[in-house]
């Protein structure tokens, strides 16, 4: 099994637009959507949910009143101000240390774990989506990435699947760590700018330090030529392999407003066509199958 994540150093740069229609290119892929924070997937692949599972990535506590002596420590000790001048909890406060619990001299304090969200398996147009949805309010969104991750390989495995491609969380935070240990290759999708050139060396010393085989493609590349040419100096310094440049194209926003993938909208597109070439060239590079590469 192989597993491909794209990634950029901020939202915006078009990632969704490649690893959405990398999953229709693949023809039999497990996508999985780990950008939990702002998962839009499913804007573009229309899923049917075919499964729902429980989250629980954090803990509540919760006071029995019956129990109470009304003695405030809890208050007093609580850094999160989570308890209510009637010694209740607010759940929106609470963080879950368990600082309460031990200070209460009566025990009428227990934490107990609550749903942070929901890990979907759904079936779309173009195959497996596993996709996530976190509560508003709840962190952890690297605990929910990592179960994402898990479904996708179970799903995988049990399918005969044998590419998941992962449309990863921008940045460089926890939930992208959770998205990238154990991949086989990391695609950074970069805009020329300054931020974006800064975003990008970031991003690859991260995929450098999880042992990742990283490519690197340039979105709207001719928006700056200038500093188009500086990334792919840095790459090619680097002996970092880029794979594409996909120029800017109307078509995209277009493809986008109607919910669609660019390859699907206007296959035609200078955008789909680069997008396919890159594609085919990561298919090359990570000797995947014939059944995958070649558009
Ligand atoms: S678990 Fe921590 S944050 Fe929550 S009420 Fe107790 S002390 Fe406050
Ligand atoms: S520490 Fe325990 S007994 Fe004291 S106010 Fe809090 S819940 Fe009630």
Redesign the pocket.
Known sequence: MRQIVVLSGKGGTGKTTVSASFALLAKKAVVADCDVDVPDMHLLSHPEIVKKQEFRGSKLAI??GS?????????RECRFEA?TQN?TVDPFSCEGCGV?TV???????TLMERISGYVYISKTKYGFLVHARLNPGEANSGKLVTMVRLNAKLLAEEENIEIIIIDGPPGIGCPVIASVTGVDAGLVVTEPTMSGIHDLKRVLRLLAHFNVRPFVCVNMYDLNVNNAEKILDFCKENGIKVVGKIPFDAKVTEAMVAEKTIIEYSPESDAAKEIVAIWNRICEELGLGEASAKH
Not at 67 to 75: D, N, R, T, V
Not at 103 to 109: D, G, L
């Open positions: 006071i029995d129990k109470c002596i009304k003695c405030g420590l809890c208050q308890i010694f309460c200070v209460c001299p009566v025990n009428a304090i």
